[in-house]
């Protein structure tokens, strides 16, 4: 699993409370939506992070 990277975020409350709805309706965390909303985006403009390979023999 990649490690996490833990940073404050400062959000106005309407975009918060925004987030937070969703992330319930979608049985999310706030901050896994967060993180799931940032993915897409990045897959959407190719710029998602490339995956490690494995090299053990």
Same mark, same amino acid.
Request: glycine share 2%.
């Given at each position: 699993?990649?490690?996490?990277?833990?940073?404050?975020?400062?959000?106005?409350?309407?975009?918060?409370?925004?987030?937070?709805?969703?992330?319930?309706?979608?049985?999310?965390?706030?901050?896994?939506?967060?993180?799931?909303?940032?993915? &897409?985006?990045?897959? &959407?403009?190719?710029? =998602?992070?490339?995956?490690?390979? =494995?090299?053990?023999?």
């Amino acid at each position: 699993m990649p490690k996490k990277k833990a940073f404050a975020l400062r959000l106005n409350e309407d975009m918060f409370k925004a987030i937070e709805k969703w992330a319930a309706d979608e049985f999310r965390s706030t901050n896994g939506q967060i993180e799931w909303m940032l993915m &897409q985006h990045l897959k &959407q403009a190719k710029r =998602d992070p490339k995956k490690k390979e =494995d090299k053990t023999p």
